[in-house]
């Protein structure tokens, strides 16, 4: 029988359904709906299935291939695709559009009809010869295709079509080519499309780093470490990589490129400056303008250079503005007295754009040799300056040592970092000045007639012919290291003075003038003389006395000072600077928990002005050369995660769980995320997850920690069913107890426990993880218990493992903890069950109100859950302790018969009806499976004959098995639920109700 006829698919539905754009990460390598000519694939046996071209109304062929022989036993009808080049393909998908009809809508076709067909392929590395005959045994099968939807014939006029869309992996693919193949074995199937595809990450630029087309590993789940390479005009920072994965999606992108100097990044390249515009440094910064008084006439210009007369010093940087010699100094005035002469003057008008202005002052000394004729010579070897001659700060000088009766010349020079580079004239202010002294000097030389070590004894000779009579002569003297700030001076009518007061071992220098009833003469010149040096051995017991008496009562002083500066409290500004940041330190510890001694205390990062500083003192920065990424394992809140390995210097590698800050973050998000780990990196406990280090100087930001084999403690449950002896479930509780036992000695509060934060390792090895929930109660109660704390940080509450307390008021504790820790044991103890099923959060908060609790689960000791019940008391004070719980785990373990006795074993009720719990009051079957979300059972319990609560309530597991619930999941549910029931019942009926 053919199958054309009333069994076809009608062509005309086809067009609209049949237009896809095409995903960019695929490459199409064959699509029949896009193939103009024809396709000349092969039928065996020729009349088994059958080609039908049909012409859309652009003119374009629809292929389709049919099959129906539903009528006849046995069949086996193929169709053979042409030969497709595998080109880069390593796997290869097919899609396949179709539609199969419904066995049920064809009379008399019952065993004979089908509603499958089989997908076969066949690689080669060339076409196969034309006449080779078709072994279906050369193909090797890819999968049975069955539709998700059949279509039914309702009447001749009224057709319903449903297209089935299904994609098969194929592969890997390694020969050059293949072809396809598809079994019919006695189905009604029309065969609208077949599109043969691989999936590549289409070549992409990132971070001004181009990326090329990449095609997949064939293990789906590693990852293509590709390298970018850096677009034009821009440079390497970190080597930019990025990661393409299975569905040709890039990921992780690493490193980047900078746009090189004269050029910035715009759309993704780097463009030259314009003109008037620079760039002197590679980076992702934008050309900025010439700065004042320079300019750049080229594009791509990577300085601008300084208009005439305008000049940049060597230090300076490019940015500055160019700037020029400063104007000469205003206002130079002079003043003298008997010992000294000063200049003063004011900074100049213009300072040529610059504040570095110092100033110089030269001196010449001019004569009139006579006849006129007036001799200068520069006169600064002669003068001494006070504080210096050259390079002077402030504006004035003093002038010493200078003789009487010259006339001295000075020159104030102003200048500036950019002074000489051109060939301005020098900026001088000049003033001269006559020195009125008595004369010149009368002393020509002194001499030293003896030294001590604190005195020198000194005469010296008159020059004849004094010109006026001695009053008395001026001793002025200088340590000659202290070089002149200060000096002393004394005294004497005669020509000779002892010195006294002076240094040991030190040399002075000296100078005398005499003072006439004409005034002062000038100075002799200087002599230098030294005292005399201690002699070690002789270092008298008096001295020795001295010193030591001098230190300890230095030393008395200083106590008594400090004392006294405390009690008058004018030292405190200082005593608060030391004590500021240990003070800080401590007042961090302020999470209303008193630490066990010995133990060290968390500091919460929020308790830092810049967390920053946080990171920095308690995480350990890693060079990201040293960590390999290999694939993501999911998916972060701010990133990817990725498994990988890190090796440390001198140290073997390890694998390590990597969590990348994904590139485009705002700084809070950053914070946020390396908050973690500067929580994380306080703890040093075996059953907390390990920091390793952080990579916060490059990008991407991440947070590199332990890797745990096992992943997820929920996920991990749900996958190992009912695999695990109760003491290896007790070995994972008690493993999260001592973790968290540890966070509560140190103060901390969790805030999220739940077994999805619980990590294990391949030893079955309990860690907690995900410390982003943790907040430090503030002591201030007011501060800490108001809504706008628990809500405003942003932060969602995980309200099925939250004790109410922090629920209702925000109020965390060790206690808030201890209960998440009872929601845990209890999703440990039913292998990963969501506690409180698919109750809404608001029904789970009214029953706990009401005092509703989880009931044990399937097989759980009873131990087990009367622990899970008292870490579920409504007052968080009788709550028991961690330490408390980590003992009784430790108990259980080494006492396993206390865990024989399971919850479902027990039968016994309550004497009084007072201390049954508000369970629920289900009124019927289906009510109550519809509660439990298993309405999907309720012909099932109907049809096995449970009608009423009643009857349910004495059910077993087998029970319930036997009604045809067979997932275990669902199993472990209604018995859960059973229980709880059981004691309901109990109750109603023992306050005379009927159910
Ligand atoms: N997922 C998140 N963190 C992990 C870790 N440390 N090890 C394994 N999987 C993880």
Redesign the pocket.
């Known amino acids: 029988m053919r199958s054309g006829g009333e069994y076809c698919v009608f062509l005309f539905l086809l067009q609209s359904v049949l237009s896809d754009p095409g995903a960019t990460n695929q490459v199409v390598l064959l699509d029949t709906t896009t193939v103009l000519g024809e396709l000349d694939w092969r039928t065996y046996p020729v009349n088994g299935w059958d080609a039908i071209t049909e012409m859309d109304e652009q003119n374009r062929p629809i292929h389709t291939f049919q099959v129906c022989h539903v009528m006849e036993p046995n069949q086996n009808n193929w169709l053979r695709s042409g030969w497709i080049q595998r080109q880069a393909a390593q796997r290869v998908y097919v899609e396949l559009r179709f539609t199969l009809r419904d066995c049920n809508s064809i009379p008399w076709v019952s065993g004979t009809c089908k509603e499958t067909f089989n997908l076969f392929y066949l690689q080669t590395d060339e076409p196969l010869p034309a006449g080779t005959r078709f072994r279906p045994t050369d193909y090797a099968k890819v999968d049975t295709i069955a539709a998700d939807e059949s279509f039914t014939q309702t009447d001749l006029g009224d057709r319903v079509l449903r297209l089935n869309t299904e994609i098969r992996e194929v592969g890997p693919v390694t020969q050059k080519g293949f072809y396809l193949a598809f079994q019919d074995v006695g189905a009604c199937i029309a065969l609208v499309s077949v599109k043969v595809f691989y999936k590549r990450c289409p070549s992409t630029f990132r971070n001004l780093a181009a990326f090329p087309d990449t095609v997949p590993h064939t293990d789906s789940s590693s990852l293509v470490e590709v390298r970018g390479a850096c677009v034009e005009n821009a440079e390497e920072r970190d080597t930019p990589k990025l990661y393409c994965g299975a569905d040709g999606d890039w990921l992780v992108p690493l490193g980047r490129c900078v746009c090189s100097i004269g050029h910035e990044e715009m759309d993704g390249y780097c463009r030259a400056c314009k003109p008037g515009f620079f760039k002197a440094f590679a980076g992702n910064t934008k050309c900025s303008k010439c700065p004042p008084h320079s300019s750049s006439h080229d594009q791509a210009a990577t300085i601008c250079h300084c208009d005439k007369g305008f000049y940049r010093a060597i230090a300076d940087p490019s940015t500055m503005a160019c700037t020029r010699p400063p104007s000469a100094p205003r206002n130079l005035v002079s003043l003298i007295n008997d010992t000294a002469l000063f200049l003063q003057w004011m900074p100049p008008s213009d300072t040529g754009g610059r504040k570095d202005i110092t100033y110089n002052i030269l001196c010449q000394r001019c004569d009139d040799s006579g006849g006129g004729v007036v001799q200068c010579e520069p006169c600064e070897p002669d003068l001494r300056f006070i504080p210096r001659p050259l390079g002077l700060t402030s504006t004035s000088v003093a002038v010493v040592d200078f003789a009487s009766r010259i006339n001295y010349t000075f020159h104030v020079e102003a200048v500036n970092g950019v002074s000489g580079l051109g060939v301005a004239a020098r900026s001088l202010a000049n003033v001269t000045i006559n020195t009125h002294q008595a004369g010149p000097s009368l002393v020509a030389v002194v001499r030293k007639n003896w030294a001590s070590l604190n005195s020198i004894a000194l005469s010296w000779a008159e020059v004849e012919n004094a010109p006026s009579e001695i009053v008395d002569y001026e001793v002025k003297y200088y340590e000659k290291e202290q070089e002149q700030l200060s000096y002393s001076s004394t005294r004497t009518r005669t020509r000779s003075v002892l010195v006294t007061g002076l240094r040991p071992s030190t040399v002075y220098v000296f100078h005398v003038r005499a003072r006439t009833t004409a005034g002062y003469t000038a100075y002799s010149p200087n002599f230098e003389f030294a005292t005399g040096a201690e002699d070690p051995d002789l270092a008298d017991q008096g001295q020795v006395l001295v010193v030591v008496t001098a230190s300890v009562g230095g030393f008395s002083l200083l106590v008594i000072l400090t004392l006294f500066l405390l009690i008058t409290g004018r030292c405190q500004g200082y005593i608060k600077a030391r004590m500021k940041s240990e003070e800080k330190r401590r007042t961090r510890f302020h999470s209303g928990h008193v630490p066990f001694s010995g133990i060290k205390t968390y500091v919460d990062p929020d308790t830092y002005e810049d967390p920053t500083q946080a990171v920095q003192e308690f995480t350990k920065e890693i060079d990201p050369s040293y960590i390999r990424i290999e694939r993501v ?2 998916a ?1 809140e701010f990133g990817e ?1 990725c ?1 990988g390995r890190l090796r440390l210097p001198g140290r073997s590698d390890i694998a ?2 990597i ?1 990348t800050l994904k590139g485009g973050y705002m700084e809070q998000q950053r914070r946020e995320f390396l908050r973690e780990a500067s929580i994380m990196g306080q703890f040093n406990n075996p059953n907390i ?1 390990r920091l390793e280090g952080v990579v916060t100087k490059s990008r991407p930001v991440m947070i590199v ?5 096992n ?2 403690l929920d996920s991990f449950l749900r996958t190992r069913d009912g695999q695990f002896t109760v003491i290896q479930l007790v070995g994972m509780l008690r493993g999260i107890a001592a973790g968290v036992t540890y966070l509560s000695d140190m103060g901390y509060i969790h805030r999220d426990l739940a077994a999805r934060n619980i ?1 294990v390792d391949e030893n079955l090895m309990c860690k907690v ?1 995900d410390f982003g929930m943790s907040r430090v109660l503030e002591d201030d109660t007011e501060a800490a218990y108001t809504t706008t704390v628990l809500f405003g940080q942003g932060g969602k509450i995980p309200i099925r493992w939250t004790a109410p307390e922090a629920i209702a008021y925000g109020k965390f504790s060790s206690a808030s903890d201890a209960w998440s820790y009872g929601i845990v044991m209890w999703e440990v103890m039913s292998y990963g069950e969501r506690p409180y099923w698919e109750m809404s959060n608001q029904d789970v908060i009214l029953s706990i109100e009401e005092g509703y609790r989880l009931p044990a689960p399937m097989g759980c000791p009873v131990a087990l859950h009367q622990l899970m019940l008292h870490c579920w008391q409504k007052q968080a004070g009788q709550r028991p302790h961690f330490s408390d719980i980590l003992s009784f785990m430790d108990k259980l373990m080494l006492n396993p018969s206390s865990l024989l006795t399971l919850v479902n074993d027990v039968q016994s009720f309550p004497d009084s009806p007072e201390d049954m719990p508000d369970y629920p009051l289900f009124i019927s079957i289906g009510d109550w499976l519809d509660s439990i979300k298993m309405s999907q059972y309720k012909n099932n319990f109907l049809a096995a004959g449970y009608t009423t609560l009643d009857s349910i309530s004495t059910m077993s597991t087998d029970d319930i098995r036997r009604t045809g619930v067979c997932l275990i999941g669902h199993q472990r549910r209604i018995i859960s639920s059973i229980q709880s029931l059981r004691l309901q019942l109990h109750h109603i009926q023992q306050s005379g109700f009927q159910v």
Do not use: D, N, R
């Open positions: 394992i999911g972060g995660v498994s390590v769980a969590k997850i920690v332990e890797y745990m084999e992943g997820a990590l993880s």
